[in-house]
């Protein structure tokens, strides 16, 4: 399994999203109050600005919104050349995240890509999404 080339921190903030994608299950902040998910995390929701939310599942199938091909590594150590996508989840947010296994011929906007789970190079288990 190739490892791919994101370098987030844990934070307090972050640590429930890391320990799921670790059990291969990908959430995102659920607002209790206005019902809507938001991504990243934020001390409030990014829609009604209501502290009240919590992380909650999602389906991990969307569509490719935008992609770029990065061809050097942001740090050493990481692997490079990998495309970087926007996803649109139908939960009604977007993430970046890394798009892998899809040959360049079929990378498009509009591609359908479900999760996956790869690990980084410090070891944590980050989503991916590849083409379904």
């Known amino acids: 399994m190739s490892q791919t080339a994101f370098d987030f921190p844990v934070t307090d903030l972050s640590r429930p999203y890391w320990e799921a994608a670790s059990q291969g ?3 995102a902040p659920k607002c209790d ?13 990014t829609h009604c600005f209501s ?6 599942p999602v389906a991990g199938q969307g569509e490719v919104y935008s992609y770029t091909t990065i061809h050097r590594a942001p740090q050493p150590g ?5 495309v970087l996508a926007a996803i ?6 977007a993430m ?3 798009l892998v296994d899809c040959p360049p011929e079929a990378l ?4 359908p890509v ?8 410090d070891g944590r288990i980050a989503p991916v999404f590849k083409p379904r």
């Open 108 to 111: 498009a906007c509009g591609l």
């Open 88 to 93: 649109d989840l139908p939960e009604g947010f």
């Open 114 to 121: 479900q999760v996956d789970f790869r690990p980084l190079h």
């Open 25 to 27: 299950r990908l959430t």
């Open 78 to 82: 990481m692997a490079a050349p990998y």
């Open 51 to 56: 502290l009240n939310w919590t992380w909650s």
């Open 96 to 98: 970046f995240a890394h």
């Open 33 to 45: 109050d206005c019902g809507r998910f938001f991504f990243a995390p934020e001390i409030a929701c």
